[in-house]
Nanobody
Framework: QVQLVESGGGLVQAGGSLRLSCAASGRTFSSYAMGWFRQAPGKEREFVATIIRSTSSTYYADSVKGRFAISRDNAKNTVYLQMNSLKPEDTAVYYC???????????????????WGQGTQVTVSS
C-alpha cells in the first residue's frame, strides 16, 4: 500500500477553480491506478475520476466531465484534480485513492481501492 496526503481544498465561489493534489509515498507510484472520490454530508462516497496506471487513460463521472481533469506526475509521485466551473453541488470532502489492481470494470467502485487519503474539504458557494 501507499500513503496518500491530499491538499488544495478550500472555499470558492461558483464558477471558480481549484486544483487538488495528492502526494503518495513509495517507489512504485507509477504502478498504481489513482482515483478521486467525493462524499457530501448524508451521501455515499461517489466516483469522480480515475487515471489508469498502464496507459494513463482517464475516466470521469458524467457530473464532472468537461469541467474536471485528472493527471499524474510519476516523477513527483503526485496526482492532481483540476476542477473548473465549480458548482455548489460539487461541495464535498474529496478523497484520493490508489490501488495496483483496479481495472476499468472496477474503477468506479471505492471498495476496490486499498489506499486512501484523509480527505480535503471543497466548498462551493452560490
Amino acid at each position: 500500500q501507499v500513503q496518500l496526503v491530499e491538499s488544495g481544498g478550500g472555499l470558492v465561489q461558483a464558477g471558480g477553480s481549484l486544483r487538488l493534489s495528492c502526494a503518495a509515498s513509495g517507489r512504485t507510484f507509477s504502478s498504481y491506478a489513482m482515483g478521486w472520490f467525493r462524499q457530501a454530508p448524508g451521501k455515499e462516497r461517489e466516483f469522480v475520476a480515475t487515471i489508469i496506471r498502464s496507459t494513463s487513460s482517464t475516466y470521469y463521472a458524467d457530473s464532472v466531465k468537461g469541467r474536471f481533469a485528472i493527471s499524474r506526475d510519476n516523477a513527483k509521485n503526485t496526482v492532481y484534480l483540476q476542477m473548473n466551473s465549480l458548482k455548489p453541488e460539487d461541495t464535498a470532502v474529496y478523497y484520493c485513492a490508489a490501488d495496483r489492481f483496479v481495472t476499468i470494470p472496477t474503477m468506479k467502485n471505492p471498495a476496490y481501492f486499498a489506499s486512501w487519503g484523509q480527505g480535503t474539504q471543497v466548498t462551493v458557494s452560490s
